[in-house]
Nanobody, 122 residues
């Protein structure tokens, strides 16, 4: 069993920063890439960013380019979020891909965390 546990969410004012973490535990698994998705109230879950575990290559959707940074270390993936906007308000989910799916990811992943809420006030 693989567990992904997100942390670091909270309430922040517009223009502020947050750093999310996602720790993997349980049985060892070969992760091809790790990703962050988010789901805003009343909207579908959307892909935000991903990182290839071996190479460190990254991908960002246009709405977060230049503001968000994904990184990884040992069994943890991070999402540094700067210059936050009210439209970034969402539950942020960490996910793992062990099959080598193409980017941008469309939401079918192998393992998911339960999410952490980020609220950006105006």
């Amino acid at each position: 069993q693989v567990q992904l546990v997100e942390s670091g969410g909270g309430l922040v004012q517009a223009g502020g920063s947050l750093r999310l973490s996602c720790a993997a535990s349980g049985r060892t698994f070969s992760r091809y890439s790790m990703a962050w998705f988010r789901q805003a109230p009343g909207k579908e879950r959307e892909f935000v960013t991903a990182i290839r575990w071996s190479s460190g290559n990254t991908y960002y959707v246009d709405s977060v380019k230049g503001r968000f940074t994904i990184s990884r270390d040992k069994n943890t993936v991070y999402l540094q979020m700067n210059s936050l906007k009210p439209e970034d308000t969402a539950v942020y989910y960490c996910a793992a891909d062990v099959q080598g799916r193409s980017w941008p990811l469309v939401g079918i992943m192998d393992y998911w965390g339960k999410g952490t809420l980020v609220t950006v006030s105006s």
